[in-house]
Antibody, heavy 121, light 107 residues
Framework: EVQLLESGGGLVQPGGSLRLSCAAS????????MSWVRQAPGKGLEWVST?????????YADSVKGRFTVSRDDSNNTTLYLQMNSLRAEDTAVYYC?????????????WGQGTLVTVSS | EIVLTQSPATLSLSPGERATLSCRAS??????LAWYQQKPGQAPRLLIY???NRATGIPARFSGSGSGTDFTLTISTLEPEDFAVYYC??????????FGQGTRLEI
């Protein structure tokens, strides 16, 4: 059974940093692209970042480029990360990790339950 | 950036009726379009990928059609658990991957 479990969310001041984690199990983690998708309160879905499998090319939305860094541990931990720096109020959202169907991309066939990030003073 | 426009914003129907949701792309996305269902407090769930393929475990009453710029999600006979928000998403010309703004299907 595929499972994705996010952690690391919380309250942070504007300009601060936070690191999100997504622990994956139930599939061969290294073979699939992984992504972060966020949802601001009461709003729709916004793609944030994708890292491909087997080598890890990275891609970012313009809204987070230069501030967020996605990475993955394909060895023992099989974990996806999102390092978020220079956080802004508009980054407040539930952050979901999502598994891609293929090594490079694909639709998002499994999602975690989400972790809430609140940026506020 | 490819913009996806979903219509209607809200669709009011009753259980047993047929639902037709639309997604229009600002430029061709070929067949690289997916549909997701999201219920309150839950993560989205993949329903349809590549325009017309049902995801694992999705009931046959859900179907997708279209290519290029115009796509449709059809729910043939609404069940009570189908009332939710539906999003389309494209992965044709990315980054960025983009989502539509959602259609709320309400009783």
């Amino acid at each position: 059974e595929v499972q994705l479990l996010e952690s690391g969310g919380g309250l942070v001041q504007p300009g601060g940093s936070l690191r999100l984690s997504c622990a994956a199990s139930g599939f061969t983690f290294s073979n699939f692209a992984m992504s972060w998708v966020r949802q601001a309160p009461g709003k729709g879905l916004e793609w944030v970042s994708t890292i491909s499998g087997r080598g890890g090319s990275t891609y970012y939305a313009d809204s987070v480029k230069g501030r967020f860094t996605v990475s993955r541990d394909d060895s023992n931990n099989t974990t996806l990360y999102l390092q978020m720096n220079s956080l802004r109020a508009e980054d407040t959202a539930v952050y979901y990790c999502a598994k891609g169907q293929w090594v490079q991309t694909g639709s998002f066939d499994y999602w975690g339950q989400g972790t809430l990030v609140t940026v506020s003073s | 950036e490819i913009v996806l426009t979903q219509s209607p914003a809200t669709l009011s129907l009753s259980p047993g009726e047929r639902a037709t949701l639309s997604c229009r792309a600002s430029q061709s996305v070929s067949s690289y379009l997916a549909w997701y269902q999201q219920k309150p407090g839950q993560a989205p769930r993949l329903l349809i990928y590549d325009a017309s393929n049902r995801a694992t475990g999705i009931p046959a009453r859900f179907s997708g059609s279209g290519s290029g710029t115009d796509f449709t999600l059809t729910i043939s006979t609404l069940e009570p658990e189908d009332f939710a928000v539906y999003y389309c998403q494209q992965r044709s010309n990315w980054p960025p991957i983009t989502f539509g703004q959602g259609t709320r299907l309400e009783i």
